[in-house]
């Protein structure tokens, strides 16, 4: 009776020991939710790591655009510097054509300056001729070359200025006499003692004249 007993109580402390070791197993084997918060551990590293790419791929992508931003600054001021030196180069050539112009018109009127005392002279000995000798070949010759002339400074913008009859105007007349005529009306040209001459919208010589009233 004795042995069966102490058989009884080992057999009961080896299913004890047995049940132990199963409850450490258990405690060390990994449970569902063990899994489960593993797997939510590798997503979110996932995630992580997905996002430090994405953040490497913004910190090169604005890196790129800082880049071109900088390129696109000196394209703007490269093109703003040649539209400022074209802008010049056309004030530059616009001031040099009106200079041009002007050097061009002052000599020209120089020219006609020294012209017009030869026509003054022929138109004084073409007013002496008798009227007999106006038929003169060498009468007839100097006559056609008085009008040559005249064409010729008349295509190049040389005008005689309006005098007899017109009213005095100090812009375009020199008032060298006056007379009392009751032919005439108050402040107007009686007689023209000396032609005068413009060239384009310029006054080479005013007429000499005689006012009346």
């Keep these: 009776m004795a042995e069966n007993k102490s058989e009884e109580v080992k057999d009961e402390m080896l299913e004890d020991t047995s049940?132990?070791?199963?409850?450490?197993?258990?405690k060390t084997a990994p449970?569902?939710?063990?899994?489960?918060?593993?797997?939510?551990?590798?997503?979110?590293?996932?995630?992580?790591?997905?996002?430090?790419?994405?953040?490497g791929e913004d910190k090169k992508g604005l890196f790129k655009k800082k880049k071109k931003d900088k390129k696109d600054e000196q394209?703007?001021?490269?093109?703003?510097?040649?539209?400022?030196?074209?802008?010049?180069?056309?004030?530059?050539?616009?001031?040099t054509e009106k200079e041009k112009s002007q050097m061009y018109d002052m000599g020209a009127k120089s020219i006609v300056e020294k012209?017009?005392?030869v026509i003054d002279n022929f138109e004084?000995?073409?007013?002496?001729?008798?009227?007999?000798?106006a038929e003169d070949p060498f009468v007839e010759g100097m006559n056609?070359?008085?009008?040559?002339?005249?064409?010729?400074?008349?295509?190049?913008?040389?005008?005689?200025?309006?005098?007899?009859?017109?009213?005095?105007?100090p812009e375009?007349?020199?008032?060298?006499?006056?007379?009392?005529?009751?032919?005439?009306?108050?402040?107007?040209?009686?007689?023209?003692l000396q032609k005068g001459?413009?060239?384009?919208?310029?006054?080479?010589?005013?007429s000499m004249v005689k006012v009346a009233n």
């Design 19 to 26: 049940e132990e070791k199963n409850k450490e197993e258990d």
């Design 31 to 55: 449970t569902e939710e063990t899994l489960e918060d593993a797997d939510q551990d590798g997503e979110t590293l996932e995630e992580s790591g997905e996002d430090v790419a994405k953040d």
């Design 75 to 95: 394209i703007e001021e490269l093109t703003d510097r040649l539209r400022r030196q074209m802008a010049e180069f056309e004030n530059f050539r616009k001031r």
């Design 115 to 117: 012209v017009l005392p």
């Design 124 to 133: 004084r000995g073409l007013g002496a001729v008798p009227e007999d000798k």
């Design 144 to 169: 056609k070359i008085y009008k040559q002339m005249m064409t010729m400074l008349e295509e190049a913008g040389v005008k005689p200025i309006e005098a007899v009859g017109a009213e005095f105007d």
């Design 172 to 192: 375009f007349h020199n008032a060298v006499m006056h007379v009392e005529d009751e032919s005439f009306g108050e402040n107007v040209i009686a007689e023209e």
């Design 197 to 206: 001459y413009m060239y384009r919208d310029t006054v080479v010589r005013h």
